[in-house]
C-alpha cells in the first residue's frame, strides 16, 4: 500500500479485556516497530521486529503485552487484561532495511481503557 | 537523565523568523538522528535525518549534528504559521545494532501570524 495503516482507528474496551492492534506496513518493508504515545508525552519503544531475526522486544511494559508479526508483513500487538494506565494512542511504523533507516509511521490507535 | 532531551516549550516565534529546535542525547555511540513533526492528534511524519558533523540543508530546514557535544539540532527559516506543531528528535542508540529509536519528549512551536 501507499502507507502504513493500522486498526482500528479507535479502541474502547473496558479494564481486564483483551484487545489486538493491527499494522499493515509499507509495502518492501522488512523492519517493523511498535510505539506508544500517552497524553503529552513522548514515543515509547515497544517492540522491534527485522526481518526473520528474533524481534527486540525490551520495550513491552509488562508480559500483557505481546506481539506477532506473520510472513514478514502484518503485525498483531496483543494487550491483555488491559489497565487503565494502558490508554495511549499505539502508533506502528515501518522502514526499509533496518539499521538507521528512515521510519513511516501509520496514523495510529487510539485505545481508551474504561 | 533522560536519554534524548528536548525543550518542552512552547516556542513562539514570529511569521518569518527562524525558529531554532534543540536536542540533546547521552549515549557517544549513537550513529543516526531524525526530526519529526507532529500536529496534534496526528502521527509523526519525517522532517530530516542527519547522520554525519555538521550541517544538512533542506529547503527550509536545517540539521545539525555535533557528536562531540552530543547535540543536534533543527533550524526553520522564514517560520510559517503551518509549521506550528510539536517537534520531535528521536535517536538511534544502537551503535548500528539496532535501528530502535529513542525520542525526546517534543517541543512545541508556536509561529505567530
Known amino acids: 500500500g501507499a502507507g502504513v495503516s493500522q486498526s482500528p482507528s479507535n479502541k474502547v474496551t473496558e479494564k481486564g479485556k483483551d484487545v489486538e492492534l493491527r499494522c499493515d506496513p509499507i509495502?518492501?518493508?522488512?523492519?517493523l516497530y511498535w510505539y506508544r504515545q500517552s497524553l503529552g508525552q513522548g514515543l515509547e519503544f515497544l517492540i522491534y521486529?527485522?526481518?526473520?531475526?528474533?524481534?527486540?522486544k525490551s520495550g513491552l511494559p509488562s508480559d500483557r503485552f505481546s506481539a506477532e508479526r506473520t510472513g514478514g508483513s502484518v503485525s498483531t500487538l496483543t494487550i491483555q487484561r488491559t489497565q487503565q494506565e494502558d490508554s495511549a494512542v499505539y502508533l506502528c511504523?515501518?522502514?526499509?532495511?533496518?539499521?538507521?533507516?528512515?521510519?513511516?509511521f501509520g496514523p495510529g490507535t487510539r485505545l481508551t481503557v474504561l | 537523565q533522560k536519554e534524548v532531551e528536548q525543550n518542552s516549550g512552547p516556542l513562539s516565534v514570529p511569521e518569518g523568523a527562524i525558529a531554532s529546535l534543540n536536542c540533546t542525547y547521552s549515549?557517544?555511540?549513537?550513529?543516526?538522528f531524525f526530526w519529526y513533526r507532529q500536529y496534534s492528534g496526528k502521527s509523526p511524519e519525517l522532517i530530516m535525518f542527519?547522520?554525519?558533523?555538521g550541517d544538512k540543508e533542506d529547503g527550509r530546514f536545517t540539521a545539525q549534528l555535533n557528536k562531540a557535544s552530543q547535540y543536534v539540532s533543527l533550524l526553520i527559516r522564514d517560520s510559517q504559521p503551518s509549521d506550528s506543531a510539536t517537534y520531535l528528535c528521536?535517536?538511534?542508540?544502537?551503535?548500528?545494532?539496532?535501528?530502535?529509536?529513542?525520542f525526546g519528549t517534543g517541543t512545541l512551536l508556536a509561529v505567530q501570524p
Open positions: 511504523a515501518s522502514s526499509f532495511a533496518g539499521h538507521g533507516d528512515t521510519q513511516y
Open positions: 509495502s518492501g518493508h522488512t523492519a
Open positions: 521486529f527485522q526481518g526473520n531475526s528474533a524481534p527486540d
Open positions: 549515549d557517544r555511540g549513537s550513529q543516526s
Open positions: 542527519i547522520y554525519s558533523n
Open positions: 528521536a535517536v538511534n542508540m544502537g551503535g548500528g545494532a539496532t535501528n530502535k529509536l529513542i
